[in-house]
């Protein structure tokens, strides 16, 4: 009857643990503690050793406690024999004494503790170290052994029970949330351009004047825009693209390209090695014989460092007489014409006319178009020399139009303009600015916060601004993609899910084909466009380029457009994602740990 008392109480221990909102990890590491204190030979310490070593790991010590319930003094003579046998195998020194092991636990009585424990004391200062060393030694090796079993399997474990109870209640219809309706949240009326610049733009000194802004939604009102632009070129056309394929699309704008260099246009074409991986020679070559200039965005070769495989060139511009520019997400393929409900990807795009907007894209096109090869070299050696000094010198690599002082004021808006940033990286300057950028407008938002995003792996530092702006009352729903081409990317972006949404951020998944867009609105005031994730890729190691336009009216255009693919997504939520298997758990973690790598 006691014993049956005794594990009650045991189970009664053991629920309150799980049920408590500390993640598996935390648990885990208590448990794995338990184990390492249980494993020693000595009776008496367990308890003290196993809140120490929950300490010491950060551990649940409560967790740690349980594991020691297992221990019993009958099997203690074998295991510390075993222990032993071990650390003589690996005591580098003379070892002797194996049969004091029956003595030092025969010499223990429970109904007297503290006499017991000094006989022990003393049997252990007699023994000497050619004993103790090596029991020493046995008893960490199993301990570590233990512990690191344990952990896996406990969070294994906590994971599985968590799941199993939120399945149930869904199956009850407990704790089941019905769907929530995504309202904004009301204004009486919209901030002025003056105020929008002032408040959610992180330098407005940066922003320059664009005559107009257009908002381009898939290939299909993206790319007969782009078509026309290059068919009425009369001076350059500059076009860099992360990915250019050998279809029908891609056809399309060889032949324009090939049309606007026959006519005498200046046409040059950059574009990334790995994101055109196996675009064949008989696709370039009419190019080159049109007079196309033609460069490859660090190709794979021996003689070319190892980084090169990750420094990418992920940008998406478009610049066509120093006056008209597109930059966003969308690369040039079938992929991006067919309907989503077909497979199709969705993505959007932007359409800049203006000179300042353009001297801007034309000089993160140059940084590119000096850093690359071209086609069919590996690169000549001086150049690459000489661009690598003075892009550690901070000199820029191409011809600058840089004008200083931007003229942004009352006049600028009074004729029709609109106030557009182009923010790009570069290789090893100017990493951050897209993410302080983000980070700035997110830390000041109002009302809401709508982020698309095609590939969503935040760091700390943004996972705080978006559950800080939620915890103001803030509306934040993001939209991302739930059938990602890099499966891996998906797994590593779901396993932040669980912290996102405790924390009242609002997170849907696109149905149809892969959602590839990279847009984000704030308050109406504040929108963006352009290439960059929230990822380790588009954060260190690629040329990325983004659009922040602060204009109330291109913000309400860019929020209905967002707010129409929101309605056709899934919700997630909170109890349905902490359902989910172990096994989709632990293949999410395990993404996460690699997500430096995708």
Known sequence: MASLQFWRRTRVAGRRVLSRKEPAARIARGVAAGFFAATCPVPGIHVGMGLIAAWIVRGNKLAAILPLFLWNPVTMLPLAYAQFRIGVWLWPLHASGSHR??????????????????????????????????????????????????????????????ARRRSLRLIRGRKKEPPRPVVLPGRDAPPAPAEALAHYARIPQQFECADRVRLLVDGGEAYPEMLAAIEGARRTVDLETYMIRADRTGTRFRDALAAAAGRGVHVRLLYDYIGSLGLPD??????????????????????????????????????????????????????????????????????????????????????????????????????????????????????????????VSEALWARGGVAVRIIGNWEFLHRQDIRRAYLHAIQNARRYVLIENAYFIPDRGVRRALEHAAARRVLVAIILARNSDVTTAAYASRSLYSELLASGVRLFEWPFGMMHAKTAVIDDAWATVGSYNFDHRSLLHQLESVAVVADPAFARRLRDQMMADLAKCREITLVEHESRPWRQMLLESAAYLVRRWL
């Open 101 to 162: 092991i029956h003595a030092l636990l025969n010499g223990w009585a429970w109904s007297a503790p503290w006499v017991s424990l000094k006989g022990m004391s003393a049997l252990l200062g007699e023994a000497g170290l050619s004993f103790m060393g090596p029991l020493a030694l046995g008893y960490l090796v199993t301990g570590l052994m233990a512990a690191a079993i344990s952990y896996p399997l406990a969070v294994i474990a906590v994971w599985t029970w968590r």
């Open 282 to 407: 008989r696709f370039v070559q009419p190019l080159i014989r049109a007079g196309v200039a033609v460069a490859v965005y660090h190709p794979l070769v021996i003689t070319r460092p190892s980084w090169a495989v990750n420094r990418r060139d992920h940008r998406k511009n478009l610049v066509v007489d120093g006056w008209l520019s597109f930059t966003g997400g969308m690369n040039i393929s079938d992929k991006y014409e067919m309907p989503p409900e077909a497979g199709g990807w969705r993505d959007t795009h932007l359409r800049l006319e203006g000179r300042a907007p353009a001297e801007r894209v034309e000089e993160l096109f140059e940084y590119g178009w000096q850093l690359a090869a071209p086609y069919g070299e590996p690169g000549p050696a001086a150049r690459q020399l000489a661009s690598g000094v003075r892009r550690r010198l901070g000199l820029p690599l191409g011809p600058s139009t840089h004008r200083h002082g931007p003229e």
